[in-house]
């Protein structure tokens, strides 16, 4: 009987340390939700959990990411995720429907900037993931969709990842049948182009 008081008091210290962990909330699309893959498990936001945990830090990650995410379809989902996690950082991967879509530029950054200041104002910082599209719809709206990124993380001194598929998306080997998303190989380089620029803003 001993025995098993002990384990609940166990478990009831593990589960209430985890509840007080702060929270590092992925908020992305099919690249960061494991789009593909024969598991979630496999992703670089699960592979950051482990690289947290084995670097000693003492993190909870959400990932609320969806695939076919645009910013506008996040941007409605984002308050709730806020009031319901309180994250200390908020990775935003996101644009890349949206660019796939030729969704409307003005648009799409006027989304960034609502969900940026919906973040900060919850006490979030905001890690802003880059990407760039291919040239399907012309080399104007290709330059001006991946200009968003810089002038957004310029602007709200965010810091930055330029492009998240940095050594990946030109390597066959690397990435799925669509061309488009990272297969298991890609995962670990998703995580290597994120970690240096997320590790400054934690806390041990």
Do not use: C
Request: no cysteine; aromatic share 8%; net charge neutral.
């Amino acid at each position: 009987m001993r025995r098993l008081y002990f384990l609940v008091v166990l478990l009831l210290v593990s589960v209430s340390a985890e509840a007080q962990a702060p929270v590092i909330l992925v908020f992305g699309d099919s690249i960061s939700a494991g789009y593909g893959l024969e598991s979630v498990d496999l992703g670089w936001v699960e592979l950051l959990k482990t690289r947290l945990k084995t670097e000693g830090y003492g993190y909870q990650v959400v990932n609320a990411s969806v695939s076919g995410e645009t910013t506008a379809g996040a941007l409605a989902r984002l308050p709730r995720a806020l009031e319901l996690h309180r994250p200390r950082i908020v990775i935003l991967e996101l644009g890349g429907n949206d660019g796939l879509r030729a969704l409307p530029l003005p648009q799409m950054r006027d989304n960034f900037v609502r969900m940026i200041g919906l973040s900060t104002h919850a006490g979030a910082q905001v890690l802003l993931l880059g990407m760039r599209i291919p040239p399907n719809y012309g080399p104007q709206y290709t330059s001006q969709f991946e200009a968003i990124y810089r002038d957004l993380a310029h602007a709200y001194k965010l810091p930055f990842v330029p492009f998240l598929m940095d050594h990946i998306a030109l390597q066959p080997e690397l990435m799925q049948n669509d061309d488009i998303h990272p297969n298991v190989k890609g995962q670990p380089i998703l995580l290597d182009n994120v970690w240096p620029v997320l590790q400054p803003m934690l806390r041990k």
